[in-house]
């Protein structure tokens, strides 16, 4: 078999983690990969300096991910067509509000016979309802889209904490092997499985929980009040699937995709600091993401608010109250002390 080409298209604090251990993983199997890991970045200038240049001079993604060195072979790119021209190996790594755009700036350049894989946590809305972005991928540059999700609190990753993960293939037998070659590493513990779409939808709405679980520690609750937000939050995402994504399978639930990433959110991940800065301040979501985040996105909200609007026109709100209340209480229509009548009225109690 050839070796194959790496290209990351995104270069965020996850981005780049991701890139840490692709660019290290393809120099230890030089049999399966080339050497050099292309990796799209949005061109910006950090003191007075393009940042592309920064990274690919110290070696170091010193806005998104400071202090934490990517390998040398690990190379910026500020043009996506560019970055993907001839790649076998498409890893999409940012917001996924962005997909389509990037994508349409991809066509003609993206290698036939290719494999994406998608570490976007999101959904897209359509005209015919809700959509997978692995598909959206699929459909934008007509290639197979694999997916990874875990439990991956990007600083611990960086910092080498141990943890697991899970990819979602609809080919296990033939690409496990290679996809575990290309993100495995003592620390980071992959496990390959053929149920994407349960594997993607976990990604997706565990933010909008931790949001919740957020809400909670705004409000000076305890450990017990939060464990019934992921309770409750596990038991809409369960009802979800069965609704929207038939054939889910419930053992996915189990895996590090599942209830690991879940809690892991609920407890260390940024939308869970969203969801307490809402309650200690009365500043929109964009400006507390510019706080926050120093540039990047907050994912859970805008997944709120899709959904939001999908099951307010199927008529089915009262059947996901937490996730309801959540995107309300983002968009300031709700005081989020209403958040624990919620938790204590929820259908699940019934």
Same mark, same amino acid.
């Given at each position: 078999?050839?070796?194959?080409?790496?290209?990351?298209?995104?270069?965020?604090?996850?981005?780049?983690?991701?890139?840490?251990?692709?660019?290290?993983?393809?120099?230890?199997?030089?049999?399966?990969?080339?050497?050099?890991?292309?990796?799209?970045?949005?061109?910006?200038?950090?003191?007075?300096?393009?940042?592309?240049?920064?990274?690919?001079?110290?070696?170091?993604?010193?806005?998104?991910?400071?202090?934490?060195?990517?390998?040398?072979?690990?190379?910026?790119?500020? &043009?996506?067509?560019?970055?993907?021209? +001839?790649?076998?190996?498409?890893?999409?790594?940012?917001?996924?509000?962005?997909?389509?755009?990037?994508?349409?700036?991809?066509?003609?350049?993206?290698?036939?016979?290719?494999?994406?894989?998608?570490?976007?946590?999101?959904?897209?809305?359509?005209?015919? +309802?809700?959509?997978?972005?692995?598909?959206?991928?699929?459909?934008?540059?007509?290639? &197979?889209?694999?997916?990874?999700?875990?439990?991956?609190?990007? +600083?611990?990753?960086?910092?080498?904490?141990?943890?697991?993960?899970?990819?979602?293939?609809?080919?296990?037998?033939?690409?496990?092997?290679?996809?575990?070659?290309?993100?495995?590493?003592?620390?980071?513990?992959?496990?390959?499985?053929?149920?994407?779409?349960?594997?993607?939808?976990?990604?997706?709405?565990?933010?909008?929980?931790?949001?919740?679980?957020?809400?909670?520690?705004?409000?000076?609750?305890?450990?017990?009040?939060?464990?019934?937000?992921?309770?409750? +939050?596990?038991?809409?995402?369960?009802?979800?699937?069965?609704?929207?994504?038939?054939?889910?399978?419930?053992?996915?639930?189990?895996?590090?995709?599942?209830?690991?990433?879940?809690?892991?959110?609920?407890?260390?991940?940024?939308?869970?600091?969203?969801?307490?800065?809402?309650?200690?301040?009365?500043?929109?979501?964009?400006?507390?993401?510019?706080?926050?985040?120093?540039?990047?996105?907050?994912?859970?909200?805008?997944?709120?608010?899709?959904?939001?609007?999908?099951?307010?026109?199927?008529?089915?709100?009262?059947?996901?109250?937490?996730?309801?209340?959540?995107?309300?209480?983002?968009?300031?229509?709700?005081?989020?002390?209403?958040?624990?009548?919620?938790?204590?009225?929820?259908?699940?109690?019934?």
């Amino acid at each position: 078999m050839s070796k194959k080409t790496v290209s990351i298209i995104g270069s965020g604090n996850w981005g780049s983690v991701i890139a840490k251990i692709v660019g290290k993983n393809v120099i230890d199997n030089p049999d399966k990969f080339e050497r050099t890991v292309r990796m799209w970045m949005y061109e910006e200038m950090v003191d007075g300096q393009k940042l592309t240049e920064i990274v690919n001079t110290k070696h170091e993604n010193v806005k998104y991910l400071p202090g934490v060195k990517l390998s040398e072979n690990v190379v910026a790119n500020p &043009d996506v067509a560019e970055t993907v021209k +001839g790649a076998d190996i498409l890893i999409f790594v940012l917001p996924h509000q962005f997909v389509r755009p990037t994508c349409k700036h991809m066509e003609g350049h993206v290698k036939k016979g290719a494999l994406a894989v998608s570490l976007i946590k999101g959904f897209a809305i359509t005209e015919d +309802g809700i959509q997978l972005i692995s598909n959206m991928i699929t459909e934008c540059i007509g290639i &197979d889209c694999a997916v990874l999700m875990g439990a991956n609190l990007a +600083g611990e990753v960086a910092d080498e904490q141990f943890c697991e993960t899970t990819i979602g293939n609809s080919d296990k037998k033939k690409m496990g092997k290679m996809l575990n070659d290309l993100f495995e590493t003592s620390y980071f513990r992959c496990t390959v499985i053929e149920d994407i779409k349960t594997v993607e939808m976990c990604g997706a709405l565990k933010n909008v929980v931790g949001i919740g679980a957020g809400i909670v520690d705004g409000l000076n609750y305890g450990d017990n009040t939060k464990a019934a937000v992921i309770r409750l +939050g596990l038991m809409e995402m369960v009802e979800f699937g069965k609704i929207f994504f038939p054939g889910c399978k419930m053992e996915t639930f189990f895996e590090s995709c599942g209830v690991a990433d879940l809690v892991a959110t609920c407890h260390g991940g940024r939308n869970r600091m969203l969801g307490e800065a809402v309650v200690k301040s009365d500043k929109p979501i964009k400006e507390l993401e510019k706080e926050i985040l120093h540039g990047q996105s907050f994912q859970g909200p805008l997944v709120a608010k899709e959904i939001y609007g999908m099951l307010a026109e199927k008529n089915m709100l009262s059947r996901f109250p937490l996730f309801a209340a959540i995107h309300t209480i983002c968009e300031r229509k709700m005081d989020p002390r209403q958040f624990i009548d919620c938790l204590r009225e929820h259908p699940e109690h019934v």
